[in-house]
């Protein structure tokens, strides 16, 4: 635990990507193999499940401290991360303890099952018996709430550097489902079989999104174009007669979807195809909501598999009779996935080619990008003919360009202090429009204003308090945002009746008084033509 402490300690005190890396890869290179692999599952979020809720850990740790609870809930609200907060109220400690990491965690996961009272007599011994940043990584694991900016790649990169194995093969090992408690460094990472690669995808490989303007990419005969699908982004895989579909958020989904089930005697083995899972209501495309009333669903019933089945739209080909073919151009990938779909056309199945758009002119690519909402989808994916399929996201070769998001203008009614370096500001914003005389609130948004500016609303929050519910503010409704937001669908859960997909805050909009802000009516008429 000392050396993962340590690990933490430096990540956590530097931004430059090289440092971390050789941080991570001096850890991989001394740490136990079991050290190493829970290491890799903390760091893919592979964490085992909380033992202790966080009521109880605030409750114990102001016992410790010696303080009210309200104290200890203010000083949280300061200082924005719960681990934190517990390693500086409680009583100083210079001790460290000799357990590793993998003895830690074996003991929070047998402590799940325990009674509050031996919880508590673990948790409280633990906090005396370690130094501060070893008690804060314990109640980090505690929480499962690691967050400490490493990406995967980053990860991958440093146990690369450890391994002298390739980046993209340990990418590819690494995904997937595995089991931190019971598997060994040299079978997650060193050893190669062959058995392990029946059902696992290949790393997505990641769009940006444009930069500058599209007719910066030189000459448009250069580029494919189509549609960008908003849905599951998934892998589907066929090898040995048997199919498996990874989403890729790297979870196994085979079973969440049994219309694709037919594709094992349809498709060749040795098949792998990138595309995305959408809903397909009356053989039409319909929107993410649709497809939401199926995520997470332990069981799928024969009413919902009919009312919401789904498709695939391929897009790409991965594997081809059991060959790697990602290093091929794009286009002969493409040529390779037409060719098969054209064969299983009059077959009826589930899948259908994403079709390239035909576009003589950027102009005509800015005239399709203006159809997207017609066709159901979020924009246009711009991909450069020639381009092998890489891992992760990487510039250059693929290029996303969304639609322009949706706008309205709202009154900010309630706001809460934010998280870590903006605990000290109120940034967590509820949004209303007028419905008549009365304001409805109808979003939440916590992103798009500048740090000066989150100050400036801070100011206010503070001078025109209306009501305190705990960390939550009512204000007097005096200021106008302009909200972005993808998508719009009805809502029984909300008050206004309706949901929006991702909003976030565009401008802060000084310029118009709140009697000018937009109506219920306004988000109503957005929901008849686009929900």
């Known amino acids: 635990m000392k050396d993962f402490a340590n690990l933490i300690r430096k990540l956590d005190s530097t931004t430059k990507t090289t440092l971390k890396v050789n941080a991570l890869a001096n850890y991989f290179k001394n740490a136990s193999d079991e050290d190493s692999v829970w290491t890799i599952a903390i760091l893919s979020h592979r964490r085992p499940p909380r033992p202790v809720n966080t009521t109880l850990l605030r409750k114990w740790a102001s016992e410790l401290a010696n303080i009210p609870l309200w104290l200890f809930e203010e000083s949280y609200h300061i200082v924005g ?11 100083k400690s210079t001790k460290s303890s000799t357990k590793s990491l993998t003895t830690f965690l074996s003991e929070m996961i047998d402590l799940k099952m325990k009674d509050d009272n031996i919880k508590k007599e673990y948790v409280t011994n633990n906090w005396r018996q370690l130094n501060y940043y070893e008690r804060f990584v314990f109640t980090k694991l505690i929480t499962g709430g690691f967050r400490i900016g490493v990406s995967q790649k980053l990860m991958t990169r440093a146990l690369s550097k450890a391994t002298e194995i390739d980046e993209d093969i340990l990418a590819y090992k690494l995904m997937g489902k595995w089991d931190p408690s019971s598997i060994s460094f040299e079978d997650l990472v060193l050893k190669e079989n062959s058995s392990d690669f029946l059902s696992k995808p290949y790393p997505f490989y990641l769009a940006y999104g444009l930069e500058g303007e599209v007719s910066d990419l030189g000459n448009v005969e250069d580029w494919s174009i189509e549609h960008k ?24 989904v085979t079973d969440k979807y049994p219309e694709f089930h037919s594709f094992v005697k349809n498709f060749p083995n040795g098949t792998v195809l990138d595309g995305e899972i959408l809903p397909f209501p009356n ?28 498709i695939i739209k391929a897009y790409d080909l991965l594997e081809w009779e ?103 500001l109120f940034t967590d914003y509820t949004f209303a429009v007028w419905n008549g005389d009365l304001l409805v609130t109808f979003a939440k948004a916590y992103s798009g204003l500048t740090d000066k500016e989150f100050g400036e609303v801070t100011k206010f929050v503070r001078k025109n308090t209306v009501e305190t519910f705990g960390p939550v503010r009512s204000v007097k409704p005096e200021l106008v945002f302009e909200l972005a937001f993808e998508g719009i669908n009805k809502s029984s859960r909300h008050k206004s009746g309706v949901a929006l997909r991702f909003p976030r805050i565009s401008r802060w909009r000084k310029d118009k008084p709140v009697s000018e802000a937009n109506t219920l009516e306004d988000l109503h008429k957005m929901l008849e033509i686009y929900g």
């Open 322 to 424: 059991g060959k790697d073919v990602r290093e091929q151009s794009f286009s002969s990938r493409r040529n390779i996935l037409k060719n098969l779909m054209d064969k299983l056309s009059a077959k009826n199945l589930p899948i259908f080619l994403s079709e390239a758009v035909k576009c003589g002119s950027w102009d005509a690519v800015a005239k399709e990008r203006n159809r997207a909402r017609e066709m159901r989808s979020e924009g246009l994916m711009i991909k450069r003919k020639d381009s092998s399929y890489r891992v992760g996201r990487k510039k250059g070769d693929w290029w996303k360009w969304k639609t322009d998001p949706f706008t309205i203008d709202a009154v900010l009614t309630y706001a809460m202090r934010g998280h870590g370096r903006r605990s000290n």
């Open 229 to 252: 699908w908003d849905g599951i982004r998934s892998q589907i895989i066929i090898r040995n007669n048997e199919l498996f579909i990874w989403s890729r958020g790297e979870e196994l």
């Open 81 to 91: 991360d719960l681990a934190e907060t517990i390693a500086l109220v409680l009583p």
């Open 283 to 310: 053989q039409q495309i319909g929107s993410f909501k649709d497809l939401q009333t199926r995520i997470g669903r332990k069981t799928l019933s024969k009413a919902l598999l009919k009312k919401t089945p789904v």
